[in-house]
């Protein structure tokens, strides 16, 4: 039986912003979303690894390439 926790967070400076994040660990797993795109979940093995993921997704939604 896994145990489910659900958590905010606050990810490392994203160009001059900080943004606001949710996220869980699930078994083993990290699984989470930006505060303001909450359809782009993302995961990683560690939390570390998922904060990486979110500044990517960030970036690429920021490029103009993602319309």
């Given at each position: 039986?896994?145990?489910?926790?659900?958590?905010?967070?606050?990810?490392?400076r994203?160009?001059?912003?900080?943004?606001?994040?949710?996220?869980?660990?699930?078994?083993?797993?990290?699984?989470?979303?930006?505060?303001?795109?909450?359809?782009?979940?993302?995961?990683?093995?560690?939390?570390?690894?998922?904060?990486?993921?979110?500044?990517?997704?960030f970036?690429?939604l920021?490029?103009?390439?993602?319309?």
């Open positions: 039986m896994s145990h489910h926790a659900q958590y905010e967070g606050v990810s490392r994203i160009t001059t912003e900080r943004k606001k994040y949710v996220f869980r660990k699930d078994d083993d797993m990290w699984h989470g979303y930006l505060d303001e795109y909450p359809d782009y979940m993302t995961q990683g093995k560690t939390l570390e690894e998922l904060k990486e993921n979110l500044i990517d997704i970036n690429e920021n490029s103009g390439i993602i319309l």
